[in-house]
């Protein structure tokens, strides 16, 4: 079954990778990301960030100052220890995610014009199951990486049994 979920989410990754291609063609894929974490967790310390991007802390660094550079991030002084720095997007980097997910919509409208009414019944109960067990973090926490959703709920946020955050790894 995994196997032919794999083969027809082509269709579906192909259109995300266009979407990305076009809106956000001056960021890498790990810069995508780490804005996409930023939205998710606003304020989120250098540490976490490097922790929810599986990146050593040094490159997560550096990829801030290239999205500093960029316009798409801002850092500040943390509210409780003014030695620890909490990020957030800039309304360019807003905008820039809204754009991406207005391309992606469009992209999918398409493909769905062509679907029977079924068939896209059929699709958005199956994609809305699989989202109910990934919520529940049990496919995303055992891996160690955090779904991440538009509406800033905080899903599957990998936590150590001793209540300790993972250790960063390289990307």
Partial sequence: MSAALDEAAGTL???????????????????????????QYDGINLRRLATLTDMLLSSASRLCDRLVAAGMLEREPGRY??????????????????????????????????????GRLALLQGMREFDVVGRRGEATA???WPVLQPSGERIGDPVRPSGEPPVARTA
């Fill in 13 to 39: 990754l192909a259109v995300w990778e266009a979407a990305r291609e076009r809106t956000t063609s001056r960021l890498s894929s790990a810069q995508l990301r780490a804005i996409m974490v930023v939205e």
């Fill in 81 to 118: 220890d003014r030695r620890e720095i909490s990020l957030h997007l800039t309304p360019e980097a807003l905008r820039l995610l809204a754009e991406l997910r207005t391309d992606r919509r469009r992209r999918l409208e398409r493909i769905l014009d062509g679907m029977s009414s079924e």
């Fill in 142 to 144: 055992a891996e160690g």
